[in-house]
């Protein structure tokens, strides 16, 4: 029997007989086999049968070219889907994929040919009595979603409503659990319009089904896709209640389903919603009485809190997959992008400032700083791509000293007249200078729980030089008890009754009337305080007991997007459980802070960086290889943030790099020169020359390949860094050192490596007469090299670098015509291929050879 399925499936595949096959094919249906089919042979038939579901695609491209035979072949699949036999039904589906790829990419016609034969055999199968067909033609169906072979129109009209007779209330159970899921997969493959108009309904229905928990426990693993498909309103409206009760169901599964899918039901709701309604049902899950529960809850805890995060003001924003995006602002003037650089407390005053004083000074030394900042390389600061200057009110507090200095010498003046026939008329002009001292003291007892802020300090100093201009300037003889009585109240007073002495006085009170009453969307975008306090709760070692061994590293997981979510100033709530995290004995937990730590950077700034990530930083600098390699990744984009001084540090810290607990571990290393590349621009040319000179000599010489590959493009990088600086004198210095370190190397790798350095330089490296007079003859001499390989490498220096940017205008330009007529004539053919090809053509990649 297996003979002759052999020589079937060999027929089969055998093109110069694939239609004497396809005459005999149908002659294998169980209609055509008469008495065969029940005889001692049904094996042999059977067997026969899966060998041609099988080779269906191989039949199809030799038939695909005549319509006839087409339509004969595609019939002939439409009557073998009713083969009695599920081996054959599911083979037959397992090749419906590659069928629909085939005849959409070759047959113009293929929207009906698909929709006429194939899609009812798919949407038939999901209906199969035997569970492998059903898996088979669900994963099928999946595929082809995927792919977007199947129209709009055929979900609608054919798929869907199948799904929804399989979820009706009266369906076998085993059919409508699998549906059910089946739906849920489908869902975020669709339209909006087609999963608000036809399936929400149902998943509605399904999510409150009583008789079958595996139903409710499916509707609430998938929830969070229902609600990113169908958007806000549809959300609220109706998935909202749903929602409720599954986070309420009597099964701990299911509850636990709701938490891990919290996130993304958060991000589908608005902020008012959030606050008032998701954040009390999460404290529910936190504290519930399952422990499993209670641990998919703390993992999620994290992201929940990051979704109160509002990227309009914080200018970032946390991807799906955790990278850490720049969105732009939404602001309404040129100063608003201030207002995420200040506590909440002062937003409103400093923003009603600068849009009150459209002559401030501050408009242009802010301009003024902008322009020397992009003009002038030593004062660039990477920070200040994302975080706008904190607001210079020095004309301001100019403006209020002159102006309560002629206040006090008019006082002066007229102080007996004053007295005699208006009593009350000095208390009416003191006021509003006592107004400003007060209001000023009120937004600095506001500022000192938030004194560890850099930010905040520089205001502090601000304001304390206002609070002491305006207390010098104001009278002495008023008593504390007249200061009730003349104070007024900023609410209370109309503006045109209001003289204001300066425009401080003024931001002042609007920064009162900012205190009292926070707008509401700083109010909707706050994380709750209990959120927040269950989160720091995350390290206490009690929950390693009572909830999971590894929530420190769902702590630090998410800590980012904490971060992110309370902003600078309020790092200080953080700061202490970033710490802790930090020193865990885990080492998992350290690894985790250590491949972030450098988008909480991008977070807090250069200054917070500085003060409270450099020390931890550097303390994973010393850890376990599994640590240090998460601050290797990312060590380019930590050092990027740090001032000129504080990076210059490291230098003398990444020869450490080069030492590893394993010395097999290869990838440390690759990773390392890697980096170097990209570190090249942050330092100048002497320190590159000094320091990272002698590690990518180092690497140079690497055991490993793919190391020694990595590191000639570090050196050539080193190389046009110096030469772009103009420094030509070290350039010649490396280039000599380069020349007796590798080019006269006893072993051929090394002079290898030297052809392949001139191979990858650029024309803008270095200028092609100094690439003629101080490398050229060096890589000429290695032409005559007794190694293959590292004529291999010569030959294709000189073909696709040398000759194809011209000759250089050197003394060397016979000896490389003839050089490369000598490789041309090589023994070697591959020497011989790579000296007479084209410049212009697509080169073989040789990276191999090295």
Known sequence: IWSILFLVEKVMKDCGHSKYFFSRFSKLLPENCGLYWQSTNVTLLLLSRQIVARGLLDVLREFSDNENDFISVMETVARMSEDGEPTVRAELMEQVPNIAMFLHESRPNFPAAFSRYLVPIVVRYLTDPNNQVRKTSQAALLVLLEQGLISKADMETKVCPVLLDLTEPSSDDDYKIEAVSMMCKVVTMLSKDTVEHLLLPRFCDLCSDARLFQVRKVCAANFGEFCSIVGQEATEKLLMPKFFDLCSDSLWGIRKACAECFMMVSNSTSPEVRRAKLSPLFISLISDQSRWVRQAAFQSLGRFISTFANPCSTGLHFRGDGALLEVPRCTLDSFDDNYTSVPREMRGGFTRTFSNSNASPTTTNNARNTKDTEQTDENFNSFNYWRSPLPDISGELEMLNSEESEEVMEQKE???????????????????????????????????????????????????????????????DDGPEDDGLTEPEPEEQPEDAIESPSVESNSVEVQSESEESPTEEEQTMEPPPQLLDQYLSMTDPARAQTVDTEIAKHCAFSLPGVALTLGRQNWHCLKDTYETLATDVQWKVRRTLAFSIHELAVILGDQLTAADLVPIFNGFLKDLDEVRIGVLKHLYDFLKLLHADKRREYLYQLQEFMVTDNSRNWRFRYELAEQLILIIELYSHYDVYDYLRQIALTLCSDKVSEVRWISYKLVVEILQKLYACGADDLGLNFINELTVRFCHCPKWVGRQAFAFICQVFEEDCMPMEQFGQHLLPSLLSLSSDPVANVRVLVAKALRQSVMEKGEPGCAFSDELEETVMALQSDKDRDVRFFASLDPNKSLMDTAPLI
């Open 414 to 476: 007229t102080k007996e007249e004053e007295e005699e026939e208006e009593p009350d008329f000095h208390d009416s002009k003191s006021s509003p200078a006592k107004a400003t001292s007060d209001q000023i003291q009120k937004v600095l007892d506001c500022l000192q729980p938030h004194i560890d802020d850099p930010d905040v300090q520089a205001q502090v100093q601000v304001l304390s030089a206002a609070l002491k201009a305006a207390q010098l300037d104001s009278p002495d």
